[in-house]
């Protein structure tokens, strides 16, 4: 099953790139930090590289449980801001 995205976003061209004789193409630093990407082709011959990440499957249920991701986040915010309290476990 193929997938199709519709793209509203404006692109900008960052660079031009020459293939290999084995018709390869090094991104370099552009996608610095993902191994994996998706890509998609319009009926122009247009790619589209959508840089993915993947999570275990045990992990799943967070990005499919609203309620738990926000409070995740929330979470994650607050700690940055400093608003944290510590914990003593042995007390629960």
Do not use: H
């Amino acid at each position: 099953m193929q997938k199709s995205i519709k793209i509203s976003d404006d692109f900008q061209e960052i660079c031009t790139k020459t293939m290999d004789d084995r018709n390869r193409l090094t991104l370099g630093e552009i996608f610095k930090g993902y191994k994996r990407v998706r890509l998609f082709m319009n009926d122009r011959g247009e790619v589209l590289l959508q840089p993915i990440v993947e999570i275990p499957a045990s992990e799943l249920w967070l990005f499919q449980n609203r309620d738990a991701f926000e409070s995740v986040q929330r979470g994650l915010k607050e700690a940055s801001e400093g608003k944290i309290t510590k914990l003593n476990l042995d007390e629960l």
